[in-house]
């Protein structure tokens, strides 16, 4: 066996004659039995005139029988974990001689380990002050606020305005139009232009007046456009915030109390940061860990690991409205600006793997896997048994386990990280 380059490795494979002679004379026969030709019953042509009448036929059939056997055979000897299929060429099938070819092929990388236990990683637990606790109390409150109609008066800040907008030009295709739009008056995500514009009106009022969206708009419709709107004010209204009291607390939840709810907040809190703090942390001890090993890795891993990115950018824009019709990749360029991003993670992905295989406790258990299809049983409002029967057909029981396994190990790796301020 050769090394081409990188994981590609080539063999040149030479099968014995009669090896060849005794699947050729099988495959024959197999051809003789189902061949209909002139002046002959079913099966009862000559072997001759069979191997001469369809040599083609017979040549491609030894060849799909013996070379992925043979090759088999030569992996499992040379303990060879092959990735994809094999590229095979330099075919030689002549009568009465060997068969002769080449193959190359991937292979998964064999990584010898460094020391993966303790490295250094800048962390220190976070932590929630009173005023983080007041201003998630606060936004509390405003998820519970009333909106109450008033008595119709010009608008002023802090006022919400209930209007109906259709834009008169600026947007391609269908007008866009909106019967019930609420607006705040002076509100942080309020355009200043619709805030200038409908300052003053009142309910009944109608005017026209222009907007620039920037380029960064969430709605692709409107994004660096102007447009010009016909606005009528339909009507007005006042937020009225709850008090935060023991009511307050006891409407939201099993809580008893205002300072049970503020517990429970400031632990919320500090859990979500904790969790951000530790995912950045084991961002950074992955990092660490590929620049600690140096190997090569598949090719095949990489392109699908760069698939797999483009797929997800395309969902993102897809959910964003972009139309992906529209989009013309450049699969040349797209690999060469997210081939080093891709090495890297599959790199990652194949240290958290080995790192597993010697580490017994970041191996998931029945218990685990058993759990996690339970918890997503539930989601999906499906019985366990029919979703689980369902994820062992179309792998996603595999994919659940790698999952588990990798989340353990980047676990296993903070836990054993020298951890610094």
């Not at 060429?89 to 990584?111: C, M, N, Q, Y």
């Not at 942390?281 to 990115?309: C, G, N, S, W, Y």
């Amino acid at each position: 066996m050769a090394l081409v380059e990188g994981c590609r490795h080539a063999l040149e494979v030479s099968i014995p004659a009669a090896e060849v002679e005794s699947e050729t004379a099988r495959v024959a026969g197999d051809v003789q039995k189902r061949a209909k030709l002139p002046g002959f019953r079913p099966g009862k042509a000559p072997i001759s005139l069979i191997r001469k009448q369809f040599a083609g036929d017979i040549r491609q059939q030894v060849l799909e029988s013996l070379i992925p056997k043979t090759l088999q055979k030569q992996f499992e000897a040379e303990n060879l974990n092959v990735v994809g299929t094999p590229d095979i060429s330099d075919v030689h099938l002549h009568d009465g001689e060997p068969l002769r070819f080449k193959a190359e092929f991937e292979v998964v990388p064999a990584i010898e380990l460094g020391e993966y236990r303790g490295i250094e990683v800048a962390y220190s637990d976070p932590e929630v002050t009173d005023e983080d606790v007041a201003k998630r109390l606060e936004e509390l409150r405003e998820s519970k606020a009333d909106y109450v109609n008033v008595d119709p008066r010009p608008l002023e800040n802090g006022d919400f305005a209930v209007a109906a907008l259709e834009s008169i030009s600026g947007v391609e295709g269908e007008p866009f139009k909106q019967e019930e739009m609420v607006l705040e008056i002076g509100g942080a995500d309020t355009f200043d232009a619709f805030t200038e514009n409908l300052r003053g009106l009142s309910p009944g009022d109608e005017k026209e007046f222009e907007v620039v969206y920037p380029e960064t708009y969430g709605a692709p419709r409107l994004a660096g456009k102007t447009v010009k709107f016909h606005a009528t004010v339909r009507g007005l209204r006042k937020k009225e915030l709850p008090e935060l009291n023991d009511e307050f607390a006891q409407d939201l939840g099993d809580y008893r109390t205002i300072d049970e709810l503020r517990d429970a907040v400031r632990k919320s809190i500090l859990a979500q940061r904790q969790f951000e703090a530790q995912q950045a942390a084991k961002d950074k001890l992955v990092d660490a860990l590929v620049d600690k090993h140096e190997f090569a890795v598949p090719e095949l891993f990489v392109d699908r690991q760069i698939r797999t990115r483009v797929e997800q950018s395309l969902r993102a824009m897809s959910q964003e409205g972009v139309d992906l019709k529209s989009l013309k990749l450049d699969w040349a360029k797209v690999k060469e600006t997210q081939r080093d991003k891709a090495v890297r993670e599959v790199k990652a992905s194949l240290l958290l793997e080995r790192i597993s295989e010697r580490e017994a406790a970041t191996r998931p258990t029945r218990d685990e896997v058993d759990k996690e299809v339970e918890r997503l049983a539930r989601l999906q409002r499906e019985p366990v048994a029919a979703l689980r029967i369902k994820f062992e057909k179309d792998g996603t029981l595999g994919r659940i386990f790698h999952h588990l396994q990798t989340e353990k190990t980047l676990n296993f790796l903070f836990e054993q990280a020298r951890k610094t301020a």
